[in-house]
């Protein structure tokens, strides 16, 4: 299995049990929210309703293979 099939599984398996109400602790892989978010730190995603989101607060999305965390700022 090729590295991009490999990640498109990854983020398949991630969005099933996040909407299957499970928890998920995913590892931190880039810099870009330093000093936030570390190089390794856990994150703890669960599945919320757009209510829910407050400003401030980290949110994951899927782009592509990838999932990207950014910091909520809409009210």
């Known amino acids: 299995m090729g590295k991009a099939l490999l990640q498109e599984a990854c983020c398949d398996l991630v ?3 996040v909407c299957s109400s499970c928890k ?3 590892k931190v892989t880039g810099a870009s929210m330093v000093p936030a978010l570390w190089l390794g730190d856990l994150l703890s995603v669960h599945s919320c309703v757009p209510s829910e989101l407050l ?12 999932l ?8």
Do not use: E, G, S, Y
């Open 55 to 66: 400003p401030d607060l980290m949110i994951v999305f899927r782009q592509k293979q990838k």
């Open 68 to 75: 990207i965390v950014h910091r909520w700022i809409c009210p």
């Open 15 to 17: 969005a099933d049990l």
């Open 24 to 26: 998920v602790q995913l």
